[in-house]
Nanobody, 119 residues
Framework: QVQLVESGGGLVQPGGSLRLSCAAS????????MGWYRQAPGKQREMVAT??????????NYADSVKGRFAISRDSAKNTVYLQMNNLKPEDTAVYYC??????????WGQGTQVTVSS
C-alpha cells in the first residue's frame, strides 16, 4: 500500500506562484511514476505533470497548458514529489491530486489540495 499526502494549496492571485508537495509512504519501492492531476468543477480530471522513478532525475511529462509555467520534481529517496506552479492563471483553479503508479498497475491517490487563482 501507498499513502499520499498533499500540501501547499491555497489562494493566490493571477501571476503568482505556489509549490505543492506530495509525501509518499508505505511500499514506495514499487512506485514507477508519480504525478499531479487536477479536476476543476464540471470538468474531467486531467494530467498536469508526471515524473518517472527509474533514474536519479526521472523523465517528466507536462500537459500543454502548463508547459513553461509548472515544474515537477522529486527527491532522491523517491518519496516526495513537488509541483512548482508559476504564473498561475484563473483557469488553473482546481483540486490537485497526487498520484502514484505502483506495481501491477495499481494507482494510489492523495486526498487532494485546493488551488484557487483569483484576484
Amino acid at each position: 500500500q501507498v499513502q499520499l499526502v498533499e500540501s501547499g494549496g491555497g489562494l493566490v492571485q493571477p501571476g503568482g506562484s505556489l509549490r505543492l508537495s506530495c509525501a509518499a509512504s508505505g511500499s514506495i519501492a514499487n512506485i514507477y511514476t508519480m504525478g499531479w492531476y487536477r479536476q476543476a468543477p464540471g470538468k474531467q480530471r486531467e494530467m498536469v505533470a508526471t515524473v518517472t522513478t527509474d533514474s536519479t532525475t526521472g523523465k517528466v511529462n507536462y500537459a500543454d497548458s502548463v508547459k513553461g509555467r509548472f515544474a515537477i520534481s522529486r527527491d532522491s529517496a523517491k518519496n516526495t514529489v513537488y509541483l512548482q506552479m508559476n504564473n498561475l492563471k484563473p483557469e488553473d483553479t482546481a483540486v490537485y491530486y497526487c498520484n502514484a503508479l505502483w506495481d501491477l498497475g495499481h494507482n494510489f491517490w492523495g486526498q487532494g489540495t485546493q488551488v484557487t487563482v483569483s484576484s
